[in-house]
């Protein structure tokens, strides 16, 4: 077979070469640096008759000190990521060619997004937890779904007690953070992002902003959301204030529903860009982001959300009551928030 990519580093070509070579032929041995759950996924496809010849452009950066490539071949993508000593491994691949749907790390993908309410000059890590939302993507059927759940639900933290979701990580950090969440939803959750006011704001300008929908009149000056309904572009500051808007029927449940819109408005404008971009926003992400998640982790779960339908991701907080825990106002999570949490289980939600 023959194979030429633009712009390729060294010796992504060789591991480029092996999983087109297995796949061509997957009664071979299979090359070292092939994710077992990848081999297995091209393991029933027949020997291809005749050359295969694949030409593509490679796009890469560095985050998380390692170094991540993507490469477009016509409608296949393949995810790859070098070690220490420049070798590079696949982490993933939709193989179009051979109508294979897309490989990102198998099954669905689950992680916890969190926004600090850190302000400018603050730790985004000793903050309270303004937001809280679960991502789930589940990468070959383009199925996913934004789970909001109320920053003041009333949780088991998972240092013992009960305590406000949001002082969790003020008083802990974002590990437990994740560990509380995880023992609330039951779901294994793969890690968090967690980003402060100043570093949504400017990361969402560095991207250049995105178009967002209002859905209606909004004049609210703790906030500063001042804007008229419709479409319109959204900068970091007009982001962050619709965002942070809570003066609204519904309080926070409503407030999470809106940050999981702007996510997805987010999405569609990555995609727009392309997922040759991924690299580069990656880069972007990780300069205003802290997170616990691999290089690797990173680049697979960024790929599934490429996956996505915009017009058809599920975004719903789940069901709680407000009530009091002593002095303090608290959201209590009913039996149906717990099975949406269930139903999260595959990456998506059946039941909405």
């Known amino acids: 077979m023959s194979l030429q990519l633009t712009d390729a580093p060294e010796r992504l070509d060789e591991a480029v070469l092996g999983l087109y070579s297995f796949a061509a032929d997957s009664s071979s041995m299979p090359e070292a640096g092939i994710p077992t759950g990848l081999i297995e996924h091209l393991s029933d496809l027949e020997p291809m008759v005749g050359e295969l010849s694949v030409s593509g452009m490679v796009t890469t950066a560095e985050i998380l000190d390692s170094r991540i490539a993507v490469v477009k071949a016509d409608e296949d993508i393949v995810l790859a990521v070098a070690d220490a000593t420049g070798n590079w491994r696949i982490a993933g691949a939709r193989l179009a060619r051979f109508d294979k749907t897309a490989w990102y790390g198998g099954g669905s993908r689950l992680a916890l997004i969190i926004g600090s309410d850190a302000r400018p000059g603050q730790d985004p890590l000793g903050y309270r937890a303004d937001s809280l939302h679960l991502v789930g993507v589940v990468p070959d059927s383009g199925n996913g779904a934004i789970v909001g759940i109320p920053r003041d639900a009333w949780v088991e933290a998972s240092y013992g007690g009960k305590a406000k979701f949001t002082n969790v990580m003020a008083s802990r950090g974002p590990e437990v953070v994740l560990e509380t969440a995880r023992n609330l939803t039951g779901l294994p959750l ?78 569609r404008k990555a995609q727009t860009l392309g997922i040759e971009g991924l690299p580069q926003l990656l880069k972007l992400l990780v300069a205003h982001v802290h997170t616990d998640l691999s290089a690797e982790q990173l680049l697979t779960l960024a790929a599934s959300a490429y996956e996505l339908d915009p017009d058809t991701l599920t975004n719903v907080v789940v069901d709680g009551q407000v009530g009091t825990a002593g002095s303090a106002s608290v959201v209590y999570l009913t039996d149906a928030a717990l099975a949406t949490f269930v139903d999260l289980a595959d990456g998506f939600l059946e039941e909405e």
């Open 190 to 267: 793969e890690g968090y992002l967690v980003t402060g006011f100043l570093g949504f704001s400017a990361l969402v300008d560095e991207f250049g902003g995105f178009d967002f929908d209002v859905p209606f009149a909004m004049a609210e000056p703790k906030s500063g959301a001042f804007f008229e309904a419709g479409l319109q572009h959204f900068l970091g500051p007009d982001a962050l204030a619709f965002a942070r808007n809570r003066t609204l029927s519904g309080g926070d449940f409503t407030r999470s529903y809106h940050q999981g819109q702007l996510m997805v408005a987010a999405l």
